[in-house]
């Protein structure tokens, strides 16, 4: 299919200082449409604009809605990268079909994503920690208030220039334990990128705001003993030696950066382990003083420190509040190859010049 390119007559202007997550947006976005008689069709490049829907559009009723994020990099010699884009839109069709959305072609995207990409190559920003956030998401279309699968659905990919998701940066964040909510259960959508997904831990998020925390370390659904994952990460923790991370049991999120520092860990020899991890265990072991190192992973928030975990009135104050070795290490070598000062041993980058 043929991707077809209408160039913005009114570019904006860049962004100059300090960016944020999420709030600029740049020229152009790739849209698509789907119907069930022609399939995905009309795959276009075009000015980014608002777009129009009838308010009986199924995504506002029954939350069809999926999503991704990743990210391109600028090298310091100019060139343009993304990280494992192919394992993002190979986790869209995951989460299309749990959401009974018609599956994507994957190369088709990952080619409107470099088209996409190479277009906006301006907007991508240079400073330390900064990139242009992409992120592609599916809308189910029909006008209809009957509870059933869209026939029409639109794809989009938009792109945000941003810095760190955290204001604290690589400075640990302070992470709240949640006892109350939960965020979902096996059989449910947890393991996909469904917008309902996030909409369902606001509430928990903003309480534990209001507390001085940072976001919400979820525990299980049915027992709520067992660890998950953070908002927008997932979550590793060293204990006397050991890195253990949540098993993916259907409940959370498959990370990428997840899966990626699994990967290094192993090459480094470092011992990992992806299972069951209960709360208790982690505070026995903050007890004993086994507790050494915690972070979470994620597109966005990329290695993040854990500095404090509170957990009902226990508060772990973790490696002093600092970052630990590892944790360093792992951002260093992850930003290092996404950022091309580091060689891609592994062959995850992806060139787009
Ligand atoms: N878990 C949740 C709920 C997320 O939103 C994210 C972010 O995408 C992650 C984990 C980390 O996934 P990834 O490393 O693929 O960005
Ligand atoms: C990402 O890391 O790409 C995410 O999707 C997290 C987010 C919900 C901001």
New binding site residues.
């Given amino acids: 299919m043929n991707i077809v390119v209408k160039k913005t007559e009114h570019p904006k202007a860049k962004p100059e200082g300090k960016l944020g997550f999420g709030q600029i947006y740049t020229d152009h976005m790739f849209v698509m449409d789907y119907s069930a008689e022609k399939g995905w069709y009309d795959p276009r490049i075009v000015p980014y604009a608002p777009i129009e829907l009838d308010p009986a559009t199924m995504v506002f009723h029954y939350g069809q809605a999926v999503f991704e ?1 990743l990210k391109a990099y600028m090298t310091e010699d100019g060139k343009v990268r993304l990280f494992r884009p192919e ?2 839109f190979a ?1 869209l069709n995951v989460s299309n079909d749990r959401l009974s959305i018609p599956p994507i072609d994957e190369n088709l995207c990952l080619e409107a994503l470099k088209q996409l990409v190479e277009l906006e190559k301006d907007w991508i920003p240079k400073q330390e920690g900064a990139s242009l956030y992409i992120r592609p998401f599916i809308i189910a279309t029909d006008v209809s208030l009957g509870v059933r699968p869209s026939d029409t659905y639109k794809f989009f990919i938009i792109c945000s220039p941003s810095g760190l998701y955290y204001e604290e940066g690589l400075e640990p964040v302070k992470i709240y334990v949640e006892d109350k909510y939960v965020r979902a259960v096996r059989g449910g959508m947890g393991f996909t ?1 469904a917008a309902g ?2 909409a369902v831990s606001i509430k928990a998020q903003v309480i534990a705001h209001e507390k001085g925390y940072s976001q919400v370390l979820w525990l299980d659904g049915v027992e709520q003993k067992y660890i998950e ?6 979550i590793f923790f060293k204990i006397n030696g050991e890195v253990v991370t949540p098993m993916l049991n259907g409940s ?7 899966m990626s520092v699994i990967e290094l860990l192993k090459k480094w020899g470092v011992p990992v382990s992806e299972r069951r991890i209960s709360i208790e265990e982690i505070y026995e072991a903050y007890k004993n003083g086994q507790f050494e190192e915690c972070f979470g ?5 990329i290695i993040s420190p854990v500095g404090e975990l509170r957990w009902q009135d226990n508060v772990m104050k973790i490696n002093n509040g600092k970052i630990g070795e590892l944790t360093q290490k792992l951002y260093d070598t992850i930003t290092g190859i996404q950022t091309g000062k580091l060689e891609d041993e592994l062959g995850w980058v992806v060139k787009v010049d």
């Fill in positions: 994020g394992k993002n986790r990128k997904n996030y994952e953070v908002g927008a990460m997932n959370i999120l498959g990370g990428i950066t997840r992973t994620g597109t966005a928030a």
